[in-house]
């Protein structure tokens, strides 16, 4: 059956200039500290939450990387909807500042499907294709 209502407009988030630095300097010390730092410094900016979630999970700490992914992916929600998104609608990978959110989503599946949150797994891994099935090619693929 083809729906004849309207897309809701793609939500676009707005730029952290002064997180993305900071990011960019953890990025260069590649250290846990480093990106720990982003995510007291930015609360806010899923990105560093992501960085430290997929960090976590290379190193096998699957509990920590699954605590990141939620607090970052939960931050994103909140700005999702301070940037107007109502629960459903397309936000884009190619919109550099989603991709922080997007790599929450994307890790919290992960670190679910790993601890046997399977349920939460395939929930996570549906709504990042829903947000963009870009995203989810683009994150299965890095």
């Known amino acids: 059956m083809q729906n004849l209502l309207p897309e809701p407009p793609a939500t676009l988030l707005p730029t952290d200039e002064a997180a993305e630095a900071v990011l960019a300097g953890a990025d260069a010390q590649n250290t846990d500290e480093a990106y720990a730092a982003v995510a007291a410094e930015f609360p806010a900016f899923s990105a560093g939450w992501a960085a430290l979630a997929g960090r976590a999970l290379d190193e096998g700490q699957v509990v920590a990387a ?23 609608g397309p936000v884009p990978w190619s919109h550099a500042p989603n991709r922080g959110f997007l790599r929450c989503l994307y890790l919290l599946s992960r670190a679910a499907g790993e601890i046997g949150e399977s349920d939460e797994a395939a929930r996570c891994a549906q709504f990042l294709r829903d947000c963009d099935p870009a995203a989810g090619d683009a994150l299965a693929g890095s």
């Open 66 to 88: 699954y605590a990141y992914a939620r607090t970052g992916y939960h931050r994103g929600l909140d700005q999702l909807r301070r940037s107007g998104w109502k629960g459903h």
